[in-house]
């Protein structure tokens, strides 16, 4: 299991994969098993958090017309790249514990575990 703490999002799905399959069968302890419940829960996190930076990126390079048709913008790379340092430089600063947000991901509608 990896604890690299920002995996690509293929990597964290594949980690969340084995962390699930390993839950299932039942055979860590309570104790592992509660560690790797965390852990997936802070993949999951970080999975959402890569969905919604695309999402965003996707929204900033395509628009949609009156009637219903892309249209492609220009797309200002160095802004992303710069934001994205930043938002990597923040989010390494202590955060003061805040109650966890309800995760809406679906995994076994979207077939990901069968």
Partial sequence: MSTEPNPSFEDAIAEL?????????????????????????ELLRQCRQQLDAAECRVKELVEIDEHGHAKFREFDHQATVEKGKRERT??????PPTEPEPLDIQIEEKGLFE
């Fill in 17 to 41: 994969t084995q962390i699930v399959q390993t839950l299932e069968r039942g055979q860590p302890t309570l104790d592992e098993s509660l560690a790797r419940f965390e852990r997936g829960v």
């Fill in 90 to 95: 923040a989010s390494k600063k202590k955060k």
